[in-house]
């Protein structure tokens, strides 16, 4: 089965991004094939190096294990209208492009968006 989770909040001051990588990292333990797509202010949950008081979940460590066992797209144009750079992001993790994203929503058995 393959799962297509889009995000769209940015990586704190809301759950829904969390969430929705909590929904994504328990799916690729599944047999399904999962991708994840950033946009808006959810790319910025992949920007690489983020620095939380203990404790705090961490959206760079969770980015890390989805994109180890599928596949984290972000959106180019929300990185650059953000001023988010290519060589910023977390490992694993890369830019994308709305027609990834279109042709990723058309081979999807289901669409998640958070």
Known sequence: MRILVILNDPPYGSERSYNGLRLAKSLTSKDTRVSVFLMADAVSCAKAG?????????????????????????????????????????????????????????????????
């Open 50 to 114: 983020q620095s939380l008081p203990s404790g705090y979940y961490n959206i760079e460590l969770m980015l890390k294990t989805v994109a180890q066992r599928g596949e984290v797209l972000l959106c180019g144009t929300c990185m650059d209208a953000r001023g988010l750079h290519d060589e910023e992001l977390v490992e694993g993790t890369r830019r994308g492009t709305l027609d990834e994203l279109s042709e990723r929503t058309l081979a999807a058995d289901k669409v998640l968006v958070f």
